[in-house]
């Protein structure tokens, strides 16, 4: 039996395994799947930017690591994740799911943190950044509204402005987090530009930072855009993976499972899930992306199937286009992975074998949404439920032990559910 | 000698377009080219449209996907501009982001813009550091100018950074914002204006973003060597055509 005490000892812990043990988030020896100094993970990566925006990224570039290694950066974070996101969310071990497909999965329960999802991990550690850097006007991009919810809560806690971009048919498709950024204070801009999906959120928040170079921080919600964000939105993600070391440790006296498993949009929960195994190769690390209505379908966000290598978002890494480098629209049920692009640490992990990378298409991710709710009597995002579809078809041995980055809850999705099931 | 910078030894204030390629009708490139050649333009950017262009306003995104939607592509551009050398002397400068470039093959789109005479790119997109690491050799085996920008925000060391590897202009961002915007200049440019000039590049300093009239091109070239008008041409051709192209120009200046 596991001391209750530990838990809260080892959440202590992390305020200081951040700056001193080989988990460090400021590590930097050894990486062959971490980035590089120069803002690369293999050949993706990089900061390809209007140079309007150079100003913005290299201030931050300059400053991040400096800024994350303070003493009261580290305090304050770690505060903030414990008292007010509630971590650390509990490493689950899901008996009745393990039964059905005969093996060991545990579930991490990101879908326990505050508003909902893991996306709230990276928004604490991009508030106070931009509080230190001097910032009083935030801007962020969202497809689901998850991301914005996240913002727009940091910004009421801190008191700060906050601008939250979003395509004009996801306004209409997830009205309620619509409703939920304004009670939060938040304006919600409408993108009504391309397609008027994340995408175009996307390149409206940008427009709006190139606009407001000054007194404005953006705070992306995935591992994706212009280094140093992949790298920093990892950093404030990897305490998903420092939690499950420690508590697999308890657990099951060992701190590597055979498997992590995590769904990929951005890569934000994929990151911060993967972040302190990327190295550790017995640990295998399964990325699910959305097939959408099927792979071949030409309704899909598949990007590691369906991309090739290009530029989206400041970043060099693997997207959807077409043969003259237009950047094509994706098709998932699930808002989360509606994204033509995938963070360049994913597209490296894709790239060197690393990684093993599935498609989940949308019936496939419904069913298995349906089956968590039956089974452990817990409520996925539409999203996660995409890394739990794959015990349907990717075999396990009996005493393989998985862990499943469970990244949302699915609240936010009911309208969908019943519209899906005819609830 | 390159056309960029004979035109730029002139000692002219240089009026300089923008336009989308393949808009307001897929083959009105060269028809357009021809007709600001004719009214008196020193220069023409060629806009390759882009799915996502980050640095542009309404205008240019709006024009852009139309270009898109009637079937613009790299290729096809080329096509286009294949015996324009024999209607138009002015330098011609392709303007585009990385993407579309990367796809095509950065080798096989230099080698291209040689065969129809460009002059010169400008792709905001394509960092500093990454030009001059991997893709200046190619450019310059082509004959081929790149023309990076700065903003009110780039620092002084960056300017002449940027100074020393610029061949033919620096494209000088009016302010702090996307394409398209016009509420005019003031004292902020102004001083802006006065501040670059003042530091005696090496480079002729050429002004783009927001310049929608004769004052503004005043404004932008009483201490530069020209102004680039981009979304305010485009809007007088989404309204009057071809038929507007010459008014337009002369009364800029
Ligand atoms: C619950 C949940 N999971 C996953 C994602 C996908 O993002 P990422 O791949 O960055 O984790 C989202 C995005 O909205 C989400 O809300």
């Given at each position: 039996m596991a001391n209750p005490n530990t838990t809260q000892y080892s959440i202590l812990n992390t305020q200081y395994s951040i700056l001193n043990t080989q988990y460090s988030i400021l590590n930097t020896q050894n990486m062959n799947y971490n980035v590089n100094e120069k803002g690369y993970y293999g050949e993706f990566?990089?900061?390809?930017?209007?140079?309007?925006?150079?100003?913005?990224?290299?201030?931050?570039?300059?400053?991040?690591?400096?800024?994350?290694?303070?003493?009261?950066?580290?305090?304050?974070?770690?505060?903030?994740?414990?008292?007010?996101?509630?971590?650390?969310?509990?490493?689950?071990?899901?008996?009745?799911?393990?039964?059905?497909?005969?093996?060991?999965?545990?579930?991490?329960?990101?879908?326990?943190?505050?508003?909902?999802?893991?996306?709230?991990?990276?928004?604490?550690?991009?508030i106070l950044m931009a509080k230190r850097l001097g910032k009083t006007r935030i801007i962020a991009e969202t497809g689901a509204g998850q991301h914005g919810v996240a913002t727009a809560t940091v910004c009421a806690l801190m008191g700060l402005e906050c601008i939250v971009f979003m395509g004009d048919v996801d306004i209409k498709r997830q009205a309620p987090n619509v409703a939920r950024m304004k009670m939060l204070g938040a304006k919600v801009v409408p993108a009504t530009s391309g397609s008027k999906t994340l995408k175009d959120a996307t390149n409206e928040a940008i427009r709006d930072w190139i606009n407001n170079p000054v007194d404005t921080h953006y705070i992306i919600g995935s591992v994706v855009g212009p280094h140093p964000y992949p790298d920093m939105v990892a950093r404030f993600q990897s305490v998903v993976s420092e939690e499950i070391k420690l508590q697999l440790n308890e657990k099951e006296?060992?701190?590597?499972?055979?498997?992590?498993?995590?769904?990929?949009?951005?890569?934000?929960?994929?990151?911060?899930?993967?972040?302190?195994?990327?190295?550790?190769?017995?640990?295998?690390?399964?990325?699910?992306?959305?097939?959408?209505?099927?792979?071949?379908?030409?309704?899909?966000a598949a990007t590691s199937a369906l991309g090739k290598v290009g530029i989206i978002h400041g970043s060099k890494t693997l997207l959807m286009q077409t043969a003259d480098g237009q950047i094509t629209e994706p098709h998932s049920i699930s808002a989360g992975l509606d994204y033509p692009g995938v963070g360049p640490m994913h597209a490296n992990l894709f790239a060197s074998g690393r990684g093993e990378f599935i498609s989940i298409t949308d019936d496939e991710a419904m069913e298995a949404g349906l089956e968590l709710c039956k089974l452990e009597g817990i409520i996925p995002a539409i999203e996660s439920s995409h890394a739990l579809a794959i015990f349907e078809n990717r075999k396990?041995?009996?005493?393989?032990?998985?862990?499943?980055?469970?990244?949302?809850?699915?609240?936010?999705?009911?309208?969908?559910y019943i519209k899906y099931f005819n609830l | 000698?390159?056309?960029?910078?004979?035109?730029?030894?002139?000692?002219?204030?240089?009026?300089?377009?923008?336009?989308?390629?393949?808009?307001?009708?897929?083959?009105?490139?060269?028809?357009?080219?021809?007709?600001?050649?004719?009214?008196?333009?020193?220069?023409?950017?060629?806009?390759?449209?882009?799915?996502?262009?980050?640095?542009?306003?309404?205008?240019?995104?709006?024009?852009?996907?139309?270009?898109?939607?009637?079937?613009?592509?790299?290729?096809?551009?080329?096509?286009?501009?294949?015996?324009?050398?024999?209607?138009?002397?002015?330098?011609?400068?392709?303007?585009?982001?990385?993407?579309?470039?990367?796809?095509?093959?950065?080798?096989?789109?230099?080698?291209?813009?040689?065969?129809?005479?460009?002059?010169?790119?400008?792709?905001?997109?394509?960092?500093?550091?990454?030009?001059?690491?991997?893709?200046?050799?190619?450019?310059?085996?082509?004959?081929?100018?790149?023309?990076?920008?700065?903003?009110?925000?780039?620092?002084?060391?960056?300017?002449?950074?940027?100074?020393?590897?610029?061949?033919?202009?620096?494209y000088?961002?009016?302010?702090?914002?996307?394409?398209?915007?016009?509420?005019?200049?003031?004292?902020?440019?102004?001083?802006?204006?006065?501040r670059i000039a003042s530091m005696k590049l090496n480079s002729p300093l050429i002004v783009g973003f927001g310049i929608s009239d004769s004052k503004s091109f005043q404004q932008a070239t009483k201490h530069t060597n020209g102004a680039i008008i981009g979304s305010a041409f485009i809007k007088m051709l989404s309204e009057k055509g071809f038929a507007g192209i010459s008014s337009f120009i002369k009364s800029i200046r």
């Open positions: 990566g990089g900061a390809y930017i209007p140079e309007m925006l150079y100003p913005n990224v290299e201030e931050l570039r300059q400053n991040y690591l400096k800024v994350m290694a303070e003493e009261s950066f580290q305090k304050e974070f770690h505060e903030l994740l414990k008292d007010y996101v509630g971590r650390p969310t509990p490493l689950y071990f899901a008996k009745r799911l393990s039964e059905k497909y005969n093996t060991k999965i545990y579930l991490k329960r990101e879908d326990l943190c505050h508003t909902g999802a893991h996306k709230v991990n990276n928004t604490i550690g991009q006296g060992r701190e590597n499972p055979d498997f992590v498993v995590a769904c990929v949009g951005g890569g934000s929960n994929a990151a911060g899930a993967f972040y302190h195994y990327l190295e550790t190769l017995e640990v295998g690390i399964i990325a699910v992306e959305a097939a959408g209505k099927g792979v071949d379908s030409g309704e899909s396990f041995k009996k005493d393989d032990v998985i862990v499943v980055n469970l990244s949302g809850r699915g609240d936010k999705d009911l309208d969908t | 000698m390159n056309r960029i910078k004979q035109k730029l030894s002139e000692n002219k204030k240089l009026l300089s377009i923008y336009f989308t390629a393949g808009y307001p009708k897929l083959d009105d490139t060269v028809e357009i080219l021809q007709q600001l050649e004719k009214s008196g333009v020193d220069m023409v950017e060629i806009g390759l449209p882009f799915s996502d262009p980050l640095a542009d306003g309404p205008t240019i995104q709006a024009s852009s996907q139309e270009a898109l939607k009637n079937g613009m592509t790299t290729d096809l551009l080329f096509q286009q501009l294949k015996d324009v050398r024999k209607i138009v002397s002015i330098p011609l400068i392709i303007m585009g982001y990385f993407n579309p470039m990367l796809q095509f093959g950065v080798e096989n789109f230099c080698k291209k813009c040689a065969e129809v005479s460009i002059d010169g790119l400008i792709l905001p997109d394509l960092p500093l550091a990454e030009y001059e690491e991997h893709y200046a050799e190619i450019f310059k085996k082509h004959g081929l100018l790149n023309i990076f920008l700065i903003t009110p925000q780039t620092s002084e060391e960056r300017i002449r950074q940027i100074d020393n590897t610029s061949e033919g202009f620096i000088m961002v009016s302010s702090a914002s996307v394409t398209g915007s016009s509420d005019g200049f003031g004292k902020e440019q102004e001083s802006y204006f006065e």
